[in-house]
């Protein structure tokens, strides 16, 4: 799944025309595999956005539910808080596998000047 596509229903107030359309154009890029489409396919692009747009407007002005609607700045600051702890993790792990690179590193010139030795 994008990670930029953001859930759009049950919000008060309701997703806005330019968020159905930014989601929308962040699926065409994803399913298309291009974040700006050629001269020669920008037209087919620019359709599949609308039409998706569209499709996600209908959705979204259609679905019901007795959840109450979630709040806007409370789903922003869990979001910011997922991508801080995402941010240490990954911080982490790079640091750990250039750990194991350089020791994968040494070890291999160690057994190479030991080979080259006998």
Do not use: W, Y
Not at 21 to 27: C, G, P
Not at 49 to 54: I, L, N, Q, S, T
Not at 88 to 104: G, L, P
């Amino acid at each position: 799944m994008c990670r930029n596509i953001k859930t759009l229903a049950n919000f008060e107030p309701p997703a806005t025309e330019d968020e159905i359309r930014a989601s929308a154009l962040q699926f065409v890029r994803k399913v298309s595999g291009s974040t700006r489409p050629s001269r020669a396919n920008e037209a087919a692009f620019n359709q599949a956005v609308e039409e998706v747009a569209a499709a996600a407007n209908k959705l979204v002005h259609s679905l019901h539910t007795n959840a109450p609607p979630r709040n806007r700045e409370e789903e922003m600051r869990k979001a910011k808080e997922i991508a801080q702890t995402v941010r240490v993790t990954s911080r982490a792990r790079s640091s750990n596998n250039s750990r194991s690179r350089a020791f994968r590193v040494s070890d291999a010139a160690r057994l190479n000047s030991t080979r080259a030795s006998s």
